[in-house]
Nanobody, 128 residues
Framework: VVQLKESGGNSVETGGSLTLSCSVS????????MGWFRQAPGKLREGVAV???????AYADSVKDRFTISKDSVKNILFLQMNNLQPEDTAMYYC??????????????????????WGQGTQVTVSS
C-alpha cells in the first residue's frame, strides 16, 4: 500500500511562487515512479511533472522552465516548486505514485490514470 498526502496549495497572485509537498508512505515498495497531475474545473486531468525512481524527469510543455519536481528519498517527500504562476495554472493538484508502472517519465506524464495511488489533492488558485 502507498499513501499520499499533499500540502502547500494556496491562493497567489500572477507571477507568484508556491511549493507543493507530497508525503509518501510506502511500507512495501522502495522504488516508485511519482508525479504531479492537475485538474481544473471542466477540464481533463493533465500531467504536470513526473520523476522516476532513478531521478529522470519529464514536464508538461506548459510548465517547463517554471516548475521543478524533486524528491527527498530519505524523508519520502515529493515536491513541486512552482514559479511565475499564471491564472491558467489554477487547478486541484494531485500527487500520484506507482511501484509497477513500466513507463518512461514522458509516457507516464501523458497517462492520466495509469498511476495506482493518488492523494486527495491540494488547491492552487492564481489570481490575475
Amino acid at each position: 500500500v502507498v499513501q499520499l498526502k499533499e500540502s502547500g496549495g494556496n491562493s497567489v497572485e500572477t507571477g507568484g511562487s508556491l511549493t507543493l509537498s507530497c508525503s509518501v508512505s510506502s511500507y512495501t515498495y522502495t522504488r516508485l515512479i511519482m508525479g504531479w497531475f492537475r485538474q481544473a474545473p471542466g477540464k481533463l486531468r493533465e500531467g504536470v511533472a513526473v520523476i522516476d525512481a532513478d531521478g529522470s524527469v519529464a514536464y508538461a510543455d506548459s510548465v517547463k522552465d517554471r516548475f521543478t519536481i524533486s524528491k527527498d528519498s530519505v524523508k519520502n517527500i515529493l515536491f513541486l516548486q512552482m514559479n511565475n504562476l499564471q491564472p491558467e495554472d489554477t487547478a486541484m493538484y494531485y500527487c500520484a505514485a506507482d511501484p509497477f508502472l513500466a513507463l518512461t517519465p514522458s509516457q507516464a506524464l501523458n497517462s492520466r490514470g495509469d498511476f495506482g495511488y493518488w492523494g486527495q489533492g491540494t488547491q492552487v488558485t492564481v489570481s490575475s
